[in-house]
């Protein structure tokens, strides 16, 4: 799937989703941002404010979600990805996790993946790497 296709399909999907995000699943969903964010081993402040605006330009789909609770959990473990990428993915990892054998939340956390993924267009090896975690976590077979 070609990165357009992945977000417009992971738009979609979060559409779905459109009422009550759980503190659990808020926290898988920042998780996710968070490793394709800091899979290069950097993290600019540009980037943060890049996945949060994705979100941010489409209110009207998620129209329940706590922006400025995403925003800040998204920093918190991004930062912590940084600062000690080994136990900062296992971190995000964990709190992945949590959602297995959801198969709905499953779905909404690699969708908010690909759509980090596609926010600049490219997909690079580090962001398939990344989204190899997001799944194995989730249970789930990889895809972008």
């Known amino acids: 799937m070609v990165p357009d296709e992945s977000m417009a399909y992971a738009i979609a999907t979060w559409a779905r989703f459109s009422s009550g995000v759980s503190d659990e699943l808020l926290r898988a969903l920042s998780a996710a941002f968070a490793l394709v964010a800091a899979s290069d081993g950097e993290l600019a402040e540009s980037e943060v404010d890049e996945f949060v605006g994705v979100l941010r330009g489409k209110a009207d789909v998620f129209v329940n979600l706590d922006f400025d609770a995403v925003e800040s959990s998204f920093r918190d473990l991004a930062e912590s990805l940084i ?62």
């Open 83 to 144: 600062a000690d990428p080994v136990q900062g993915r296992v971190q995000a990892c964990e709190h992945i996790a949590r959602l297995k054998g959801d198969a709905d939340r499953c779905e909404l956390v690699r969708s908010a993946a690909a759509i980090a993924i596609g926010a600049d267009g490219r997909v690079r090896a580090s962001e398939e790497t990344a989204m190899q975690h997001i799944c194995g976590a989730l249970g789930i077979e990889a895809s972008i």
